[in-house]
């Protein structure tokens, strides 16, 4: 197998991660009551809902699955339409510096002739849609205003995407990520999260799908065995735990991962959970944390760092169990 051509992307970190669900009312119920992630945003228009803890616009995009077209602004059919039919990943978002940065990578996948998908204005952020070669669509964007907040509420419903002409004027060289960022807590819900941490990628085609990350993407390889990857960017420990469907695994999105703040008690919040019918698994090998599934299966893994830097938060890619049985 020939390597991809290196473009290199090189996002800042993973975002956030953007699902089709079945029942988008009882998916926004357990991301806000359950796993305490505020809602900020709905779009009616689309069937969606938006979650975040403060830390950036969104950790969590959720729409509900249909068969056909997703219209935004002036018509501007948006890169999920025809693809959500059933609930899954619609896609990963990984964060740039800045809109110039993108865009200088655009160039450089246009020359190198890697087809991207799509283009979005999504009116907080400009974004260029990729897919790996599982199918995975994977957005790249990069922040365009200073307070999101203004755009991202509840008291807006408005269509939110629109066309993004990415190439028609000189890009803004400003960051405008998040910096020193004001969470939020949900009252009442057994977690505080700080932000969403990492994913995990079960891919059909391994190999491939593995190198579009390090020379597309251009993230950078932790460590890897013949069936397991992990891969983090420059403002991270950790951002995708990519896994061989060797192991009879779903393609597709396995489980998101969201590091909670020092004040959950995971004990309490277990007992919580209990209380309402929810049977979540308490982890406390590399990390302590607690694991359980959202309203269409998909794991999510609530946990906290038992030591500072990645070698107690990623495990050996010798120890193949440890991305299963959590």
Not at 49 to 54: A, I, M, Q, R, Y
Request: with cysteine.
């Amino acid at each position: 197998m020939n390597a991809m051509p290196q473009v290199r992307l090189s996002p800042r970190r993973l975002g956030h991660v953007n699902m089709f669900v079945a029942d988008l009312e009882k998916s926004i119920a357990f991301y806000s009551d359950v796993a305490g992630i505020e809602l900020v945003r709905r779009e009616p228009g689309i069937r969606g809902g938006f979650h975040s803890n403060g830390n950036t616009h969104h950790d969590i995009g959720l729409i509900e699955a249909s068969q056909g077209e997703v219209i935004g602004r002036d018509g501007y059919k948006q890169p999920s339409s025809w693809r959500g039919k059933r609930p899954g990943l619609n896609h990963l978002g990984w964060e740039m510096d800045s809109e110039g940065t993108l865009v200088s990578a655009l160039h450089r996948a246009q020359q190198r002739g890697i087809e991207v998908t799509a283009y979005a204005d999504h009116l907080i952020t400009h974004s260029a849609y990729l897919r790996d070669p599982d199918d995975n669509w994977h957005e790249f964007y990069a922040d365009i205003v200073e307070d999101w907040r203004d755009i991202f509420n509840l008291d807006r419903e408005d269509l939110v995407s629109g066309k993004w002409e990415w190439n028609k004027k000189p890009p803004d060289e400003n960051a405008y990520y998040p910096k020193g960022p004001k969470r939020r807590r949900v009252a009442g819900a057994p977690f505080g999260t700080v932000r969403i941490s990492h994913a995990r990628l079960v891919a059909r085609d391994y190999p491939a799908v593995l190198d579009f990350f390090c020379n597309i993407g251009g993230m950078e390889l932790v460590d890897s065995g013949e069936d397991i990857a992990f891969l983090r960017n420059k403002s991270s420990d950790l951002d995708l735990i990519l896994i061989s469907d060797k192991y009879d695994l779903e393609p597709g999105l396995h489980s998101t991962s969201f590091l909670i703040d020092n004040d959950t008690v995971l004990t309490e919040a277990q007992k919580m959970l209990e209380d309402r019918g929810m049977s979540p698994v308490l982890t406390t090998d590399r990390k302590q944390g607690l694991m359980m599934s959202d309203p269409d299966g998909v794991q999510i893994e609530f946990y906290r760092r038992i030591s500072p830097g990645f070698q107690m938060l990623v495990p050996s890619a010798s120890d193949r169990n440890w991305p299963f049985k959590e």
